[in-house]
């Protein structure tokens, strides 16, 4: 409708009035609604609602007198009011066009008036309107009016917002343009240093080159001088008519040689007058060269927090391991040692520098980021152990390139649940939907450790490939092949020559136990005045050995036996079995020692049974173990071991047949790797003699197939018919990144245990943080970065750190009151079971009492005898056996079993179990036998009372009706009452004593 885009009023009206009928549509409505806002500042008065109507009476051909400018206006508004909810719901629609194509229909005088609202009003009730009058025209005018104040409303706390924004905007903008002026002053003193060094030297070169161009200027005026000197004195010698002009240079008369010279002086001072003031310029320069150059440099930026490059430079001596109240020394030391200045300002305290010991931590996770970003397939490794009496947890990702260390978390406890919520927690720290990335689990054979695999499974929505520790079955091998040692040693029925020296561990062999106790001679300081002497014969004889061949290629004469873990068993039992002969020539000419250990040693290297057991689990040492030890970690993706594995039970079926390879040392490894030959494989595989060969090859079978037995129990996933067998092309290629073992995560917990070692009362966090940068090797990534990279990493520390520590100050809460949580349930058990323990006692003292106490040996006849029935005799007569033996008796019998005995028998044991009690045990003894004993006495007994427990004196006065009248200390004149069976429970339990 460009025809009505006018500029001036009158000619607006005229166009509307030289409109069709058909054309005065909605749009053109809206148009004069529109413009009538735009104009109600300028108050124009030519477009007013008179001439509006008079301009609508002749388009319609109508006088128009039924209709008040009033209504008019109202139906105009009405018309403008429903565009816009139109344009609200949806421009493009085509009821928007639509409406406003429709031709507009003038208001009916009924319509007009219904259309009357005052502001601020509240229309009519349908009911009171004329006959006749449009309601869906009033609803709809109301509900646009109530959309109309709600946008209203909406539009202030808009604007209300805006305003709060533009103030936040506005303070940041001051503050980042106070940031962007010291920067800039900065830099614009940067710029003058610059600018100045670069005046005062080319002020320096300018003086040089003037100062030689005046040196050849003056030397060449004296030159001419001297010339002129003599020319004029030839011509004095011979008179010439010298005609003088403007155009010659040549002197005619003194007074103009005169001149001449003193022009020259002139010209000479006053290069000389330039030659003072560059210098003096010269001189200033380089003064303000030298302010620049020994000007110190600042420690903080901005006068607040230290700069980045104090930060850097202090993560990396705490990476290298240096004491945080250290770290600032050295820094100054070592600035002052390269640069020769001083650093201007305080540098980190000890507390600082533990904050930027959490900032480290800050460091290693954008690294993290920086290098899992767009990596696939990942694993998660990670394992579990009990550190200081809680439970430490590592966690790791391996890509295809490299293992990092993600988090080193502390959990109140080990169950399943609580691993998945550290592990969700670590995974979340590290990165965003990180779990989708990870197609693999590495870990060891736990069964928490699959219930774990499948909540992570249940969390991705996918299975995730469960990979097992390839290293760790050596554990099993070494627990299993000795409980196959024990059984043969119990077969053959080898006893312990020196019973009161060597001592084993439950379920241990004696081979183990000659191994740990040889392990004690060269490790254990008790016994050094053996170890030494022992090693010193040792090499002097192994020295003196014309065949090299004869020596162990290890320079450690015998491992320490720390843990039978992985292969120490195995290798420490060869030793053993090669420094047999040698021992025994040591403790038969050699050693005086009196100790009765190393005499004990000394009996066992007799026994030839039990040096054939060391030589069968040498042989697997050598052909399985150590090849195994070897080989395994060499293979980088876990399925590449699958034939191998394959191999190794092949080989094992092999050998359980038929060990005969394995004593001569013609058999190859269990694995595709060399055997280490030495002195001790030498020994092991040279005969021993026809019979100790064959119970050698007997015993070997034994234990190859326990080693068997293991491999195929706990490698089955990668054996036919496993899951892992025969891996399609995707399960490969998700099973890249999967390494063959877990035991990074140890070596992780090694270095929490170093450091712990050094800090003892540092927090776990900080342990995690130290441990994750010189892990992750976050110094070597962050020297990559440009400086720009390393000052925006080390800003973005800087501001997560104060978060990361809130969020972990409130973790550390939340775990130690889970922990606390835990003692009071713990507490609560030990409560039950005591009380369960109590009443058992004082059931014991009341069935004790029906018989009149404890009886003394010569009454035990007389006493049955007043007891009527057989059945209260059997259950006196237990009493009093429970009571000598458990309550009186310091040596506790195990034949004092009262089940199934008659009274005769029991009888008989009572007087076995009757002993004289030791001295502390007399006054339960007397009271046990006399409950009188105890009135007049004062007492201190334990209560507990909302789990704290308290000591209570009393005093016990008289017994009433069977129990004993008490009173309290601070309590005179009340009294209580306890039976005899508390008192003395409470006695034999230590909970009463008397004071």
């Given amino acids: 409708m460009s025809l009505i885009f006018q500029e001036d009023s009158s000619e607006f009206l005229e166009q509307i009035a030289a409109l069709e009928r058909d054309q005065l549509t909605n749009e053109v409505i809206c148009e004069v609604v529109g413009r009538l806002k735009k104009m109600k500042r300028k108050k124009d008065l030519c477009l007013s609602w008179a001439n509006i109507k008079a301009a609508l009476a002749t388009v319609v051909d109508d006088s128009l007198d039924c209709i008040t400018e009033k209504n008019l206006r109202h139906s105009f508004f009405s018309v403008y009011e429903k565009r816009c909810t139109k344009i609200k719901n949806g421009k493009g629609s085509d009821g928007y066009k639509e409406f406003l194509s429709a031709v507009y229909v003038l208001p009916t005088t009924r319509e007009a008036s219904a259309l009357q609202l005052t502001p601020r009003s509240r229309p009519v009730t349908p009911s009171s309107f004329q006959e006749g009058v449009n309601e869906e025209v009033f609803k709809e005018n109301y509900e646009l009016k109530q959309q109309n104040h709600s946008l209203q409303n909406d539009i202030r706390e808009r604007d209300a917002k805006v305003a709060k924004l533009e103030k936040l905007c506005q303070d940041l903008t001051q503050k980042n343009f106070t940031k962007e002026r010291k920067k800039t002053e900065q830099k614009r003193l940067t710029e003058d240093s610059k600018r100045q060094l670069n005046r005062a030297m080319y002020w320096r070169q300018l003086y040089f080159d003037t100062k030689d161009e005046l040196e050849i200027k003056t030397t060449n005026s004296l030159k001419s001088m001297h010339s002129k000197f003599l020319k004029i004195r030839r011509q004095q010698a011979k008179p010439v008519t010298v005609t003088v002009t403007t155009k010659t240079s040549e002197i005619s008369s003194d007074d103009e040689l005169m001149q001449v010279i003193a022009d020259l002086r002139t010209n000479v001072k006053e290069k000389h007058d330039t030659i003072g003031v560059l210098e003096d310029q010269l001189l200033e320069s380089q003064d303000r060269v030298n302010d620049l150059l020994n000007q110190e440099k600042s420690t903080k930026r901005d006068g607040k927090s230290y700069s980045s490059d104090v930060r850097e430079a202090s993560y990396h001596l705490m990476d290298l391991g240096m004491a945080e109240e250290n770290v600032s020394g050295a820094v100054r030391r070592v600035y002052k040692c390269l640069t020769g200045q001083e650093l201007m300002g305080p540098l980190p305290s000890a507390k600082t520098q533990n904050r930027f ?36 947890v590592e966690v790791e990702i391996a890509t295809k390139d490299a293992t990092y260390l993600i988090a080193v978390k502390d959990q109140e406890g080990g169950t399943a649940d609580q691993y998945h919520a550290t592990l969700n927690e670590s995974l979340n720290d590290t990165g965003d939907n990180l779990l989708s990335n990870i197609s693999n689990t590495m870990s060891d054979r736990v069964v928490t450790n699959q219930c774990i695999e499948k909540k992570l499974s249940k969390d991705k929505g996918q299975d995730l490939n469960g990979f097992k520790c390839a290293i760790h079955p050596l554990d099993t091998f070494s627990k299993d092949v000795d409980k196959a040692v024990k059984n043969h040693e119990d077969t053959i029925k080898i006893d312990n020559p020196a019973p009161n020296q060597l001592f084993r561990s439950a379920g241990d062999s004696w081979t183990m136990t000659m191994v740990k106790a040889i392990s004690k001679i060269f490790h254990n300081d008790k016994y050094s005045s053996v170890g ?14 014309p065949i090299n061949e004869l020596s162990p290629t290890s320079s450690t ?13 195995f290798l420490d039992a060869g030793l053993v079995f090669f420094y047999t002969d040698l021992c025994v020539l040591f403790f038969e000419t050699i050693s005086s020692s009196t100790n009765p250990f190393p005499k004990a040693i000394y009996q066992w290297l007799k026994s030839e049974q039990l040096v054939t057991t060391l030589r069968a689990v040498g042989l697997i040492g050598k052909f399985i173990s150590g090849p195994w030890m070897r080989f395994v970690p060499s293979v980088n993706c876990i399925l590449d071991l699958n034939p191998h594995l394959l191999e190794a039970t092949e080989k094992l079926s092999k050998w359980i047949a038929d060990p005969s390879e394995l ?24 005969s021993q003699g026809a019979s100790l060969d064959e119970a050698c090859m007997k015993l070997l079978k034994v234990l190859l197939q326990a080693v068997k037995d293991v491999i195929t129990r706990q490698m089955s996933d990668q054996l036919p018919g496993g899951k892992f067998w025969d891996p399609s092309p995707a399960l490969y290629k998700q099973a890249q990144s999967c390494g063959v073992d877990n035991i990074s995560g140890e070596r992780r917990f090694g270095s929490v245990d170093a450091y712990m070692k050094k800090a003892p009362n540092a927090s776990l966090e900080k342990v995690e943080a130290r441990t994750m940068f010189k892990g ?5 990534w962050l020297e990559g970065q440009d400086s720009k990279s390393r000052k925006r990493a080390i800003e973005v520390a800087m501001k997560e750190t104060s978060e990361t520590m809130v969020v972990e100050k409130k973790r550390r809460l939340g775990r130690l009151e889970a922990h606390r949580e835990s003692i009071r349930n713990q507490r609560r058990q030990l409560s039950k079971m005591e009380e369960k323990k109590r009443d058992q006692v004082q059931k014991i003292i009341e069935d004790l009492l029906e018989g009149s106490g404890l009886w003394r040996l010569e009454d035990i006849e007389a006493e049955t005898r007043k007891i009527k029935g057989k059945g209260k005799q059997v259950k006196v007569l237990k009493a009093q056996i429970n009571t000598w033996n458990k309550y009186i008796s310091t040596v506790k019998s195990k034949e004092a079993t009262v089940t199934g005995k008659t009274v005769q028998q029991l009888q008989e044991l009572l007087a076995k ?16 036998q006399d409950t009188d004993t105890l009135i007049g006495k004062n007492i201190s007994q334990e209560w507990m009372q909302d789990e704290v427990t308290e000591l209570w004196k009393r005093k016990i006065h008289q017994v009433k009706a069977g129990e004993y009248e008490v009173s309290y200390e601070n309590e005179a004149g009340k009294f209580y009452y306890l039976t005899r069976a508390e008192v003395l429970a409470d006695m034999i339990l230590g909970d009463l004593m008397i004071l």
């Fill in 663 to 686: 004593l001569d040392g013609t058999a190859s490894p269990i694995f595709p790797t060399s055997c280490l030959k030495d002195g001790v494989f030498n020994i092991l595989t040279t």
């Fill in 357 to 392: 010991g959490n900032e480290m931590k800050s460091v290693s996770r954008q690294q993290l980021k920086d290098v899992l970003q767009g990596e696939e397939d990942m694993t998660l490794k990670f394992d579990g152990t009990t550190k200081a009496s809680h439970h430490a």
């Fill in 776 to 780: 992750n090797k976050t110094a070597s």
């Fill in 913 to 928: 179990v009757h002993c004289t009690p030791s001295p502390e045990k007399e006054v339960l003894l007397k009271a046990l």
């Fill in 557 to 569: 004469v015998y491992h320490r036996f720390v843990g039978n873990r992985f292969h120490i068993y």
């Fill in 532 to 545: 030494p002497d022992l090693d010193s014969f040792i090499a002097d004889k192994l020295a003196a050995t």
